[in-house]
């Protein structure tokens, strides 16, 4: 099991930056590996970027490619979102989410998440 909590959504102005924690409970956390999502109003949850369990691996959605960096830090079980160069665009709520081993572009795929937090960019 495989608890997790977002922090560090809020407003910012466009081209600003964010820096979004996934503060996770449970000893395997290293065996995960963890990804963010996001929502907004009236559209799917989408793929934001991911991570492989122990960091060596990250993927991006093109749309934050260049902009956002995920990172993690196993010996504090945490995991991080980087945003810089913010956009209007980028508003919705973001989800961190973990599963085992291996990033998944598909939310389906994923068994643990956080409740959210709201990041919105005004222009």
């Known amino acids: 099991q495989v608890q997790l909590v977002e922090s560090g959504g809020g407003l910012a102005q466009a081209g600003g930056s964010l820096r979004l924690s996934c503060a996770a409970s449970?000893?395997?956390?290293?065996?995960?590996?963890m990804a963010w999502f996001r929502q907004a109003p009236g559209k799917e949850r989408e793929f934001v970027a991911g991570i492989s369990p122990s960091g060596g691996g990250t993927t991006y959605a093109d749309s934050v490619k260049g902009r956002f960096a995920i990172s993690r830090d196993n010996a504090k079980i945490t995991a991080y979102l980087e945003m810089n160069s913010l956009k209007p665009e980028d508003t919705a709520v973001y989800y961190c989410?973990?599963?085992?081993?291996?990033?998944?572009?598909?939310?389906?795929?994923?068994?643990?998440w956080g409740q959210g937090t709201q990041v919105t960019v005004s222009s």
């Open positions: 989410a973990a599963r085992s081993y291996i990033v998944i572009l598909r939310a389906g795929a994923y068994n643990y």
């Open positions: 449970g000893r395997t956390f290293g065996n995960y590996a």
